[in-house]
């Protein structure tokens, strides 16, 4: 038994396909910043406006906003320069824990016509902690006969800005 399309069905497809282009044409792309943590308030992350195409006067027009998927707004846009920049301290550290890679996703939201761009903005980690070891002082007891370039592992370090690592002397 053979099943056949019917008008409805049909239309549907067509209804289906065409709201497929329509969103996909709104979703235009996507732009990445590299940053260092702990930047200053106010300082600027990139030209929001030159990277994605638009004159300052369309910020205004087309009220250009920024939300951030975290929740937490570290980005807002200088509408007269159309320049990402920095709301509050970024501490990579309380954000991504231990990861290797921080990013920061962001949506850009521009009306008339609705536009969205992906924006993303990686926190490079910078060493603002000082590794520590569990015992203050470490006393090693070393023969004369010992070669050269022998090695003494010591107890582990930890560091907040590493994953904890085990050093030689």
């Known amino acids: ?4 399309i019917g008008y409805r069905d049909w239309r549907w497809q067509v209804l289906w396909w065409h709201l497929f282009f329509l969103l996909w044409s709104t979703i235009d792309g996507q732009t ?4 260092p943590e702990e930047l200053k308030r106010g300082s600027v992350v990139g030209n929001l406006a030159k990277d994605l195409g ?3 006067s369309e910020i205004f027009d087309r009220k250009l906003r920024v939300a951030s998927e975290a929740g937490e707004q570290y980005f807002s846009v200088d509408a007269g320069k159309g320049e990402l920049v920095v ?9 991504c824990g231990q990861s290797a890679i921080c990013v920061l996703t962001l949506q850009v ?6 536009q969205l761009y992906r924006v993303e903005v990686e926190i490079q980690d910078i060493n603002d902690n000082c590794p520590t070891f569990p ?8 023969a004369e006969s010992t070669a050269a370039g022998a090695r003494f592992p010591l107890e582990t370090a930890q560091d907040l800005d590493r994953i904890p690592c085990s050093c030689i002397v």
């Open 1 to 4: 038994m053979t099943k056949t």
């Open 87 to 95: 709301n509050d301290r970024i501490d990579r550290e309380a954000l």
């Open 54 to 56: 638009l004159g300052l």
């Open 109 to 114: 939201v521009i009306d008339k016509p609705l």
């Open 135 to 142: 015992s203050p002082e470490t006393t090693l007891q070393i």
């Open 32 to 35: 990445r910043y590299s940053i």
